[in-house]
């Protein structure tokens, strides 16, 4: 069993910049990937970024394309993701996942952190 948990949100100007983390527990076996997604209000979730294992071949939304970087680092276990030059429609709940690479859906879910910028 994996356990996710995220940290780094926060209230931030438009403009400005967060790094998110995602401390995983337990560990995936073989090929995985993780991700993030986000949700704002009365909206659908929506994927953001993902990052697959082996070879950390990355993919990213349009409009996180030049602002947001994913990254991990295996020897803590932890997922990040860097988001520069923040607009008030990033505003949302940021959630990390994680699934094994045989598996279509995500698995496995932190509880989400909350990201606001302000206009």
């Known amino acids: 069993q994996v356990q996710l948990v995220e940290s780094g949100g926060g209230l931030v100007q438009a403009g400005g910049s967060l790094r998110l983390a995602c401390a995983a527990s337990?560990?995936?076996?073989?090929?995985?990937?993780m991700g993030w997604f986000r949700q704002a209000p009365g909206k659908e979730r929506e994927f953001v970024s993902s990052i697959s294992y082996p070879g950390g071949m990355t993919i990213y939304a349009r409009f996180a394309k030049g602002r947001f970087t994913i990254s991990g680092d295996n020897a803590n276990d932890t997922l990040y993701l860097q988001m520069n030059s923040l607009k008030p429609e990033d505003t949302a709940v940021y959630y990390c996942?994680?699934?094994?690479?045989?598996?279509?859906?995500?698995?496995?879910w932190g509880q989400g952190t909350q990201v606001t910028v302000s206009s």
């Open positions: 996942a994680g699934r094994r690479a045989s598996v279509a859906s995500y698995e496995y």
């Open positions: 337990g560990r995936f076996f073989g090929n995985y990937a």
